[in-house]
Nanobody, 124 residues
Framework: QVRLVESGGGLVQAGGSLRLSCAAS????????MGWFRQAPGKEREFVAG????????YYADSVKGRFTIYRDNAKNTVYLQMNSLKPEDTAVYYC?????????????????WGQGTQVTVSS
């Protein structure tokens, strides 16, 4: 069992930056692939970024490549999402998720555990 708690969301102007954190409690955080997803009002939840167990491999949605960076600190049981050059279309509730699969997945279905989400609002 893994409990995930996101933090770091807020209101920021376009072009600004935020760093989201996701703290995991429970056992064996390092055995999980981790992902960040987001969901805007009236839209489906979408993949944003994913990272392998060791942090060696990262994956990004095309819409955030070059602007967002996912990384993790297994000693702190935490995964981060650094978001730069934010745009109004990045406005959404952001969720972190943990997956016990062998490889990082870019769809929500395989993920076993989810946080409660943190709101990110980017004003124009």
């Amino acid at each position: 069992q893994v409990r995930l708690v996101e933090s770091g969301g807020g209101l920021v102007q376009a072009g600004g930056s935020l760093r989201l954190s996701c703290a995991a409690s429970g056992r064996s955080f390092y055995t999980y692939q981790m992902g960040w997803f987001r969901q805007a009002p009236g839209k489906e939840r979408e993949f944003v970024a994913g990272i392998s167990r060791t942090g060696d491999n990262t994956y990004y949605a095309d819409s955030v490549k070059g602007r967002f960076t996912i990384y993790r600190d297994n000693a702190k049981n935490t995964v981060y999402l650094q978001m730069n050059s934010l745009k109004p279309e990045d406005t959404a509730v952001y969720y972190c998720a943990a997956d016990s699969s062998i490889v990082v997945k870019t769809t929500a279905g395989p993920y076993d555990y989810w946080g409660q989400g943190t709101q990110v609002t980017v004003s124009s």
